[in-house]
């Protein structure tokens, strides 16, 4: 006898039930996410900012004005302001990793907000993926990203931890000393971590690793140029500068208690030119006067890096927040800033504006986006005057670069969702999407510390996304999961199905013209496999368009 036929009667009824019943809603709930926007909005999304405040205005405003007077100066015509749609795309993939859903595109659309992207910037600072996004970008800076000895090692707490502080608004000054002067067990002091990360073999901290980290993470200076030898070329630096920085760290340790400082200890090197070690005293490499005379050598360094007259600090999160938003550092390479200068358009004004601002991160997002610069086309409205490289570099027009690899893989799955992938998805949907986006990344070929250096695409990168499974398993037919089979399924027409393809991969709607050869080639499909494979092409083609893996 068959399970089928020993089964109860009612028990398969009760489960044909609960099949069609699921079906059903899969198809309310996917007409709904495809054709209409949601019929409204929570409380707490609906509280958020709807225009730009006026102390930010004023700040990018004068951000605005410098750009102004530098591309009068170099003889440069800016670019018309971008579409709305362009640039929420542009804030999903700085903050999010991802593009934005149909889903929330709709939603968007629905709002009718006098200032579209400010509304979205708030929604995405209260976000989750925002916090965790960046806190995964800043870690690379401060740890890398190898995992390290399990037993003296917990990357994913101490992004955890970042993200929480990111989250909370936490004042970035505060992250940076708890960073460089942290204390106790890596697991339940995660930023314990930014120390354990350079132990190896059962020594203490690696006092180099360290003073090379707090020199470029936090300080936007390549000092570590200098360990073996004086500066040259013209550099100023000395052997000495960097190994009196290294010797803050030279009296951290780990015991039973976790990492702590030994007064016993002390850091010593041997010098180009000498023939034994010598015992270095802690000093750092500029405005001495910031330094505490007094306490332990970590909060003393941590106290002088944070300092409000040492600039360097907050250029250098300046720097870097503004490569995470143009995927283009003001100032290349981003951790190469030039202590004197000169310094480009708008750096001193916005460094010291966010120190003004008591080192808030979000003030410092808001400010950037809200320029000028972060608004303009990548495009010239007119086809006779492209944009030309010295425009892009003087940013008279948003720099086109290419998408990093976590970006790539992040959006290629959004635009295979109709629905929003977020903290409110089913953890198991989100342990696969994590997986999908780390194998993609370590076959695409991941950099590593976030660099913004422009490279250009590889054939096997090309060959990964034609060929790979990433677009393949994510544009071909799955009625319960993918968004080609769900739209080809739920659009009442094929105009709508081709928009609606448009919107949830290019976050724009298609040209006439575009239009009208997609609409022909899904209405030649006669059956519904047919139509269903001729919606897995148009989709597999989109996300292998060049303009899919690009910033613009």
């Given at each position: 006898?068959?399970?089928?036929?020993?089964?109860?009667?009612?028990?398969?009824?009760?489960?044909?039930?609960?099949?069609?019943?699921?079906?059903?809603?899969?198809?309310?709930?996917?007409?709904?996410?495809?054709?209409?926007?949601?019929?409204?909005?929570?409380?707490?999304?609906?509280?958020?900012?709807?225009?730009?405040?006026?102390?930010?205005?004023?700040?990018?405003?004068?951000?605005?004005?410098?750009?102004?007077?530098d591309w009068a100066q170099k003889q440069l015509q800016p670019v018309a302001r971008a579409d709305d749609l362009t640039i929420v795309r542009r804030l999903s993939l700085a903050l999010t990793g991802?593009?934005?859903?149909?889903?929330?595109?709709?939603?968007?659309?629905?709002?009718?907000?006098?200032?579209?992207?400010?509304?979205?910037?708030?929604?995405?600072?209260?976000?989750?993926?925002?916090?965790?996004?960046?806190?995964?970008?800043?870690?690379?800076?401060?740890?890398?990203?190898?995992?390290?000895?399990?037993?003296?090692?917990?990357?994913?707490?101490?992004?955890?931890?970042?993200?929480?502080?990111?989250?909370?608004?936490?004042?970035?000054?505060?992250?940076?000393?708890?960073?460089?002067?942290?204390?106790?067990?890596?697991?339940?002091?995660?930023?314990?971590?930014?120390?354990?990360?350079?132990?190896?073999?059962?020594?203490?901290?690696?006092?180099?690793?360290?003073?090379?980290?707090?020199?470029?993470?936090?300080?936007?200076?390549?000092?570590?140029?200098?360990?073996?030898?004086?500066?040259?070329?013209?550099?100023?630096?000395?052997?000495?500068?960097?190994?009196?920085?290294?010797?803050?760290?030279?009296?951290?340790?780990?015991?039973?208690?976790?990492?702590?400082?030994?007064?016993?200890?002390?850091?010593?090197?041997?010098?180009?030119?000498?023939?034994?070690?010598?015992?270095?005293?802690?000093?750092?490499?500029?405005?001495?006067?910031?330094?505490?005379?007094?306490?332990?050598?970590?909060?003393?360094?941590?106290?002088?890096?944070?300092?409000?007259?040492?600039?360097?600090?907050?250029?250098?999160?300046?720097?870097?927040?503004?490569?995470?938003?143009?995927?283009?550092?003001?100032?290349?390479?981003?951790?190469?800033?030039?202590?004197?200068?000169?310094?480009?358009?708008?750096?001193?004004?916005?460094?010291?504006?966010?120190?003004?601002?008591?080192?808030?991160?979000?003030?410092?997002?808001?400010?950037?986006?809200?320029?000028?610069?972060?608004?303009?086309?990548?495009?010239?409205?007119?086809?006779?005057?492209?944009?030309?490289?010295?425009?892009?570099?003087?940013?008279?027009?948003?720099?086109?670069?290419?998408?990093?690899?976590?970006?790539?893989?992040?959006?290629?799955?959004?635009?295979?969702?109709?629905?929003?992938?977020?903290?409110?998805?089913?953890?198991?949907?989100?342990?696969k999407r994590d997986l999908d986006v780390a194998n993609f990344v370590k076959r695409y070929g991941d950099s590593g510390e976030d660099n913004f250096e422009d490279s250009g695409g590889t054939i096997?990168?090309?060959?990964?996304?034609?060929?790979?499974?990433?677009?393949?398993?994510?544009?071909?037919?799955?009625?319960?999961?993918?968004?080609?089979?769900?739209?080809?399924?739920?659009?009442?027409?094929?105009?709508?199905?081709?928009?609606?393809?448009?919107?949830?991969?290019?976050?724009?709607?298609?040209?006439?013209?575009?239009?009208?050869?997609?609409?022909?080639?899904?209405?030649?499909?006669?059956?519904?496999?047919?139509?269903?494979?001729?919606?897995?092409?148009?989709?597999?083609?989109?996300?292998?368009a060049t303009e899919f893996s690009w910033n613009h």
């Amino acid at each position: 006898m068959n399970s089928v036929s020993s089964t109860p009667s009612w028990l398969l009824w009760l489960r044909n039930a609960v099949i069609l019943g699921a079906l059903a809603l899969g198809v309310c709930w996917g007409v709904a996410e495809l054709l209409a926007p949601p019929l409204q909005v929570s409380g707490s999304i609906s509280r958020l900012s709807k225009v730009t405040p006026p102390d930010v205005q004023l700040a990018a405003a004068k951000v605005d004005a410098e750009f102004a007077k530098d591309w009068a100066q170099k003889q440069l015509q800016p670019v018309a302001r971008a579409d709305d749609l362009t640039i929420v795309r542009r804030l999903s993939l700085a903050l999010t990793g991802s593009i934005p859903s149909l889903e929330e595109i709709r939603m968007l659309e629905a709002l009718k907000q006098p200032d579209l992207p400010q509304w979205w910037l708030s929604r995405l600072l209260s976000d989750r993926r925002t916090s965790n996004y960046l806190a995964e970008r800043l870690a690379r800076v401060y740890v890398g990203i190898e995992n390290g000895q399990l037993l003296i090692y917990r990357r994913r707490r101490l992004v955890e931890w970042l993200s929480d502080a990111i989250q909370q608004n936490r004042p970035y000054d505060q992250i940076a000393r708890s960073l460089i002067d942290s204390h106790g067990i890596w697991t339940t002091n995660p930023e314990v971590n930014f120390v354990s990360v350079t132990r190896e073999n059962n020594k203490g901290p690696d006092e180099v690793k360290l003073a090379a980290k707090v020199s470029r993470a936090f300080l936007g200076v390549r000092i570590d140029c200098v360990q073996c030898h004086d500066g040259k070329l013209g550099s100023t630096w000395k052997q000495t500068d960097f190994h009196q920085l290294a010797a803050f760290f030279g009296q951290a340790d780990f015991s039973l208690n976790g990492l702590r400082d030994d007064p016993k200890l002390s850091y010593k090197v041997r010098y180009l030119g000498q023939t034994e070690e010598a015992k270095v005293s802690p000093l750092v490499p500029w405005k001495p006067e910031l330094l505490p005379a007094k306490g332990e050598p970590r909060a003393r360094l941590a106290a002088w890096v944070t300092a409000k007259e040492n600039k360097a600090f907050a250029r250098s999160i300046v720097n870097r927040m503004w490569a995470l938003l143009f995927n283009r550092p003001l100032v290349s390479p981003v951790d190469e800033i030039p202590l004197d200068g000169p310094f480009p358009p708008g750096m001193e004004l916005l460094a010291d504006d966010f120190t003004a601002h008591r080192y808030d991160l979000h003030r410092l997002i808001r400010v950037i986006v809200s320029t000028r610069a972060f608004q303009m086309s990548s495009q010239s409205a007119d086809p006779g005057h492209p944009v030309t490289t010295a425009a892009e570099n003087a940013w008279a027009a948003f720099p086109v670069t290419r998408l990093r690899p976590e970006q790539m893989a992040g959006s290629v799955i959004q635009a295979a969702s109709l629905s929003t992938i977020d903290s409110d998805t089913h953890v198991l949907f989100r342990i696969k999407r994590d997986l999908d986006v780390a194998n993609f990344v370590k076959r695409y070929g991941d950099s590593g510390e976030d660099n913004f250096e422009d490279s250009g695409g590889t054939i096997p990168q090309r060959l990964l996304l034609m060929n790979g499974n990433m677009i393949t398993n994510n544009t071909s037919g799955n009625p319960f999961i993918n968004a080609s089979t769900r739209i080809s399924m739920l659009a009442p027409d094929t105009a709508s199905a081709v928009e609606a393809a448009y919107l949830s991969i290019f976050t724009r709607r298609p040209t006439p013209a575009e239009a009208r050869h997609f609409t022909g080639f899904l209405a030649s499909a006669r059956s519904l496999q047919a139509r269903s494979n001729a919606m897995s092409d148009l989709y597999w083609t989109l996300m292998n368009a060049t303009e899919f893996s690009w910033n613009h």
